[in-house]
């Protein structure tokens, strides 16, 4: 054994452990070079060579040092969940407008009736409640006593007919200011009812003329007043008491 062996081999200092160095830190600090960078950034640099770690005051974790990051949702997921078509929206059809008549029909109030403009389509019972409706009121304005005559006129020809049979609507709608007196066929009766008028006292004139004339003849006086007797058909005795049977009729 030689003298080397003797005296044993000497102990070997372990190599410390090299730590990779990131390559964007190489590249980083070959391309900037390591003057341009501030002291944070060395000591960072010397802290992460020598300890592996990350420095306790680092701000933002080093490009070295893996960033763990969630796993990406998959399609599905990130589109959120699914749902199932949505059913079709079914509108309700819009009602029908409510006309005036039938507004009128259903509340009977005094403001509807007089928005009413045609009559025709009610019954007669209805139209006679709508008058006596108005002229329940205590006071008739223009616009119901306008609504009055349509109301009459909406009988048409039957108008007067229905006028006799309730006087007691007809009457009292002309004393509260309607105008049924300007209508067509009232203003038609009125003038019939005086041609009727003048016919009949033509008529009584003409027989009462005739009369006279007989009478005249049969007492024998004249139109200018003279008296013949003896040209009378009665008898001269009995003319005195033809006159006075005369004057008592002409009396009675």
């Keep these: 054994m030689g003298p080397q062996e003797s005296q044993g081999a000497a102990p070997q200092r372990p190599t410390p452990t090299q730590v990779p160095r990131a390559a964007s830190e190489s590249a980083a600090t070959s391309s900037t070079g390591w003057g341009a960078l501030d002291s944070q950034t060395q000591r960072d640099l010397l802290h992460r060579a020598f300890c592996g770690t990350e420095p306790p005051d680092a701000a933002t974790p080093s490009a070295a040092s893996p960033v763990q990051t969630a796993p ?30 039938a507004r009128a029909r259903r509340t009977r109030a005094i403001d509807d ?11 007669d019972a209805e139209r006679l409640a709508f008058i006596r409706a108005l002229l329940a009121q205590l006071w008739v304005g223009i616009d119901d006593k306008a609504a009055l005559v349509r109301i009459w006129t909406s009988f048409d020809g039957r108008m007067l007919a229905v ?4 006087p007691g609507l007809w ?19 009125q003038a019939r009812f005086r041609s009727d008028v003048h016919a009949r006292a033509r008529d009584i004139l003409g027989r009462n003329e005739a009369y006279v004339r007989a009478e005249m003849d049969a007492l024998g006086t004249s139109e200018r007043g003279t008296v013949a007797p003896a040209a009378s058909v009665i008898p001269e005795d009995e003319q005195a008491d033809y ?10």
């Design 243 to 252: 006159l006075a049977s005369v004057r008592e009729r002409a009396e009675e």
């Design 72 to 101: 990406s949702p998959t399609r599905a997921l990130a589109a959120g969940p699914s749902h199932p078509p949505a059913a079709p929206v079914q509108r309700k059809p819009a009602q029908a407008r409510e006309t005036p008549l």
């Design 113 to 123: 009736i007089k928005a009413v403009d045609d009559f025709g389509p009610l019954s």
């Design 163 to 166: 006028a006799g049979a309730h």
């Design 171 to 189: 009457r009292p709608s002309r004393a509260r200011g309607a105008k049924l007196d300007k209508l067509s066929a009232v203003t038609d009766v």
